[in-house]
């Protein structure tokens, strides 16, 4: 009996303890999150009291400009002096907003009651979505008043030119900041995958795509043919024999169990229409392609890279798919290999 009740006691204590470093392992990731959104809020005040401040500044010194030959020259400026003074008031909103987030979330974390760290961490999350929304709206302003600069303070043909020169600058940063975007967006729900039950804690490169090969595997069995077997984000690029500049664009594709290959704008554009059959660019049947070595890239980017050709006409459209990495790369050349004789 006296065993009894001491292994009994062993347990409880065993207990306790794994308990206690489960809940220390809970609290190190929660502060780590509260670090993470605190950098993030750090991040934007600074860029909003930069842009803030510099156009603080050049507002009164275009204030002071005399009249050009230009004509409205007073309407332009007036509109010049309305979007500066909605980037420095959105800029401070911004400042103010990060200031209290910085302050006040992980004071809450620290300090707080039970389970103050969890709310500390999902007020930090839902706050930093209307901080980004805040600064969205800061870089729009900023980049109209920067334009409308241009016909206060310059002539007629400087001020188209260099109006000219910013928007196609600001067509290239928001292709890349979209590429960027795209690249890291995940999903909650691609966190875990019902066919593994959980989650693989592993390092090993061959061992995840085992792991992942046999999920797909699986999902290929029990899925229709427009379901998808293979999808993520790809570098593609479309072009007609001899191949001359590529010109890459990210796309979201995907491998239905029919062997087709779809193109989507982003994963969104793929859930809200996943029928490939009814999208207005055809995708491409497999069975009319097959692969080869890419001699025409350069040494750095034909290692990632797949080639389709046709295998009716070599003069037909060409395809190439750039992966981000060669794990990325393995998979998408054995689902390929796989769907070619569908």
Same mark, same amino acid.
């Given at each position: 009996?006296?065993?009894?009740?001491?292994?009994?006691?062993?347990?409880?204590?065993?207990?306790?303890?794994?308990?206690?470093?489960?809940?220390?392992?809970?609290?190190?990731?929660?502060?780590?999150?509260?670090?993470?959104?605190?950098?993030?809020?750090?991040?934007?005040?600074?860029?909003?009291?930069?842009?803030?401040?510099?156009?603080?500044?050049?507002?009164?010194?275009?204030?002071?400009?005399?009249?050009?030959?230009?004509?409205?020259?007073?309407?332009?400026?007036?509109?010049?002096?309305?979007? =500066?003074?909605?980037?420095?008031?959105?800029?401070?909103?911004?400042?103010?907003?990060?200031?209290?987030?910085?302050?006040?979330?992980?004071?809450?974390?620290?300090?707080?009651?039970?389970?103050?760290?969890?709310?500390?961490?999902?007020?930090?999350?839902?706050?930093?979505?209307?901080?980004?929304?805040?600064?969205?709206?800061?870089?729009?302003?900023?980049?109209?008043?920067?334009?409308?600069?241009?016909?206060?303070?310059?002539?007629?043909?400087?001020?188209? %030119?260099?109006?000219?020169?910013?928007?196609?600058?600001?067509?290239?940063?928001?292709?890349?900041?979209?590429?960027?975007?795209?690249?890291?967006?995940?999903?909650?729900?691609?966190?875990? =995958?019902?066919?593994?039950?959980?989650?693989?804690?592993?390092?090993?490169?061959?061992?995840?795509?085992?792991?992942?090969?046999?999920?797909?595997?699986?999902?290929?069995?029990?899925?229709?043919?427009?379901?998808?077997?293979?999808?993520?984000?790809?570098?593609?690029?479309?072009?007609?024999?001899?191949?001359?500049? %590529?010109?890459?664009?990210?796309?979201?594709?995907?491998?239905?169990?029919?062997?087709?290959?779809?193109?989507?704008?982003?994963?969104?554009?793929?859930?809200?229409?996943?029928?490939?059959?009814?999208?207005?660019?055809?995708?491409?049947?497999?069975? =009319?392609?097959?692969?080869?070595?890419?001699?025409?890239?350069?040494?750095?980017?034909?290692?990632?890279?797949?080639?389709?050709?046709?295998?009716?006409?070599? =003069?037909?459209?060409?395809?190439?798919?750039?992966?981000?990495?060669?794990?990325?790369?393995?998979?998408?050349?054995?689902?390929?290999?796989?769907?070619?004789?569908?």
């Amino acid at each position: 009996f006296i065993l009894v009740v001491l292994l009994l006691e062993m347990f409880r204590a065993r207990q306790q303890v794994l308990l206690e470093q489960t809940n220390q392992s809970i609290l190190a990731i929660r502060q780590t999150e509260i670090a993470y959104y605190s950098s993030l809020n750090s991040a934007f005040g600074l860029q909003a009291a930069i842009l803030g401040g510099f156009v603080f500044v050049e507002m009164f010194d275009n204030a002071r400009q005399e009249s050009n030959e230009l004509p409205n020259h007073n309407v332009r400026l007036n509109m010049y002096s309305v979007f =500066s003074a909605i980037v420095v008031a959105t800029a401070l909103h911004i400042i103010i907003t990060t200031t209290l987030l910085k302050t006040l979330g992980p004071g809450l974390g620290l300090n707080g009651p039970v389970g103050s760290m969890v709310k500390a961490v999902d007020g930090l999350k839902i706050e930093l979505g209307y901080v980004s929304k805040s600064f969205i709206i800061l870089m729009v302003s900023f980049v109209t008043s920067t334009i409308l600069s241009f016909w206060v303070c310059m002539d007629s043909i400087a001020a188209i %030119v260099s109006t000219i020169v910013f928007i196609l600058a600001a067509r290239f940063w928001i292709h890349f900041s979209l590429r960027i975007i795209r690249r890291f967006h995940w999903e909650s729900e691609e966190l875990y =995958s019902k066919s593994s039950g959980g989650t693989t804690n592993t390092d090993d490169p061959s061992l995840k795509l085992g792991v992942q090969l046999l999920q797909m595997g699986i999902k290929q069995a029990e899925s229709s043919e427009t379901d998808s077997i293979m999808e993520g984000y790809l570098d593609i690029c479309g072009y007609f024999p001899p191949q001359g500049k %590529v010109i890459w664009d990210r796309k979201y594709v995907i491998l239905t169990g029919s062997g087709q290959l779809a193109f989507f704008e982003d994963r969104k554009s793929y859930r809200m229409n996943s029928d490939v059959n009814k999208l207005s660019n055809r995708p491409l049947r497999m069975s =009319s392609f097959y692969v080869q070595p890419n001699k025409d890239a350069s040494a750095v980017d034909s290692a990632l890279q797949i080639l389709l050709c046709p295998r009716e006409d070599d =003069s037909f459209k060409h395809w190439l798919l750039r992966c981000d990495n060669d794990e990325e790369l393995q998979m998408w050349r054995l689902v390929l290999d796989a769907s070619f004789d569908h």
